[in-house]
């Protein structure tokens, strides 16, 4: 006898998620389960097309269906795993009250203790590669104070263009974009008292036409200013992420960024080590600042570690010239912001998955 679809979900009730730790068929991940002559077909709904664990789950299925063939004594050649994605909302309430971006399904803030250390650069080649995965991904440059995209992007000829009193996202590599720096003089100091920073990242946030996306990537200003605070009153924040060097001053100032989003009850998704190290033009490697450094305050701080990146001229350069998607022509490079991709969003689906979305609350210690 052939094994029939029921029997195949059977199997899959023995395959477990490698992060929640239950099985897919309690998750609700399986769409289909066809069996064509000898052949099994199984689509699974990931939570994420960045999921960092599609071959061992692959492997898994495989595994499984397998051992219900010969369970059976069923004629049996092989599965086809076909794997779909659907990023899961995060918690839609906010503590202002409704949620102003419904069609957003996970924010994830950027932000670092200190200026200079490669947040803006983190943020744009992780909305790029969470984009290139699949994801239909914003960027929203809430560094009011010193906005990058114009250039990291490269939006310099690019029109601010709006339809009513709403902006429309530049849609540049794969995402879309929105900047202080695109609707202002480019040469004029911003300078912002408290309630001005607050009315100007809401309407960046709030007045872009953003759609339906499955990632809005904030990069925020540096240190633990007013931006922040107004960013977790104003949308649902899946999480924050840290970006530090590996020196030790690097360090203190992260650490002081990884609480002050606790303390707005903002789940710290982990730390991204930028300029581990440099790579030379010959591919040699150079430890400049004490590589590691931001893994070990990461581990001391209980929080994950979500990769490192190189120092790296091309990465420079493709950020002067504005074309990030030039960093995916350097395997390497290109590599390591896929693995920071991959954590992040796996991460976050988890947060989601697990329902341990905290609502921000303020206590000030
Ligand atoms: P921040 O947003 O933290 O102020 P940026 O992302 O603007 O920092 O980076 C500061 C400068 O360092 C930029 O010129 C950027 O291109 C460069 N940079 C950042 N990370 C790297 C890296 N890993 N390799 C080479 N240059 C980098």
Request: hydrophobic share 40%; net charge negative.
């Amino acid at each position: 006898m052939p094994l029939t679809p029921a029997d195949l979900t059977d199997a899959l009730r023995t395959v477990l998620d490698p992060d929640i730790r239950k099985d897919l068929v309690t998750l609700g991940m399986v769409k289909e389960t066809k069996v064509e002559g000898d052949r099994a077909k199984v689509t699974v709904e990931l939570t994420t097309p960045a999921c960092p664990m599609k071959d061992k789950i692959r492997g898994d299925i495989e595994a499984a269906i397998k051992a219900k063939a010969t369970e059976r004594g069923a004629p049996y050649s092989g599965v086809d795993v076909t794997f779909t994605a659907d990023v899961r909302r995060a918690n839609d309430k906010t503590r202002d009250g409704a949620n102003p971006l419904p069609g957003v399904r996970q924010v994830i803030a950027v932000g670092a203790g200190k200026g200079g250390v490669g947040k803006s650069t983190v943020s744009v080649n992780l909305a790029v590669a969470l984009a290139r995965m699949g994801a239909k991904v914003g960027l929203l440059d809430g560094d009011i104070y010193g906005p990058s995209a114009p250039t990291m992007l490269g939006l310099e000829d690019e029109a601010t263009q709006a339809r009513g009193n709403m902006l429309l996202p530049f849609e540049v590599h794969g995402i879309k974009a929105m900047t202080i720096g695109k609707l202002v003089d480019a040469d004029k100091p911003l300078i912002w008292r408290g309630p001005m920073a607050h009315g100007a990242f809401k309407q960046l946030a709030t007045q872009t036409e953003w759609g339906e996306l499955d990632y809005m990537i904030v990069d925020l200003p540096p240190g633990t200013g007013d931006v922040p605070l107004t960013l977790s009153q104003l949308l649902p924040l899946s999480g924050a992420v840290i970006v530090c060097t590996p020196q030790i001053v690097a360090q203190d100032d992260a650490r002081r960024a990884a609480k002050m989003f606790e303390q707005l009850g903002v789940p710290v998704i982990g730390v991204v080590e930028n300029m581990s190290y440099f790579v030379d033009d010959t591919g040699k490697e150079h430890d400049l600042f004490g590589r590691g450094g931001a893994e070990i305050m990461a581990q001391t701080m209980g929080l994950n570690f979500l990769g490192s990146i190189a120092i790296r001229t091309a990465l420079r350069v493709n950020s002067d010239r504005g074309t990030p998607l030039a960093n995916w022509n350097d395997a390497r490079l290109g590599q390591e912001f896929d693995t920071v991709a991959r954590n992040i969003a796996s991460r976050v689906s988890m947060l989601s998955m697990l329902g341990q979305f905290v609502q921000p609350t303020i206590s000030v210690h």
